[in-house]
């Protein structure tokens, strides 16, 4: 199984990226998946995820009204877009696979994760 991660790069505040994970290995319309993030020296944090129909998502307050998450199972890949990005959304982003479909913000949950692509917000 393989999940790559795509997209980071450097913006400045208030701009917008795309960022999109492409699976293989895997038959992706039966996991859900999530975006993760993870600043220096902190922890890493839920951000977003979707059920494997695409029918339900769900966000980290941080995010919510600004980041959206989306699939396209016939692609294999979710996308993350983020708009009005901020100089706290700094860090780098990866996408995850939970099989039991569902969408858990719980790390622990999921599977398979991809390498993390970066993400750098000017102020």
């Known amino acids: 199984v393989q999940l790559q991660a795509s997209g980071g790069g450097l913006v400045q505040a208030g701009g917008s990226l795309r960022l999109s994970c492409a699976a293989s290995?895997?038959?992706?319309?039966?996991?859900?998946m999530g975006w993760f993030r993870q600043a220096p020296r902190k922890e890493r944090e839920f951000v977003a995820a979707i059920h494997r129909s695409g029918g339900s998502t769900y966000y980290a307050d941080s995010v919510k009204g600004r980041f959206t998450i989306s699939r396209d199972n016939a692609k294999n890949t979710v996308y993350l877009q983020m708009n009005s990005l901020k100089p706290e959304d700094t860090a780098v982003y990866y996408c995850a696979a939970d099989g039991s479909g569902g969408y858990p913000r719980l790390p622990n949950v999921y599977e398979y994760w991809g390498q993390g692509t970066l993400v750098t917000v000017s102020s």
């Open positions: 290995g895997l038959t992706f319309s039966s996991y859900g």
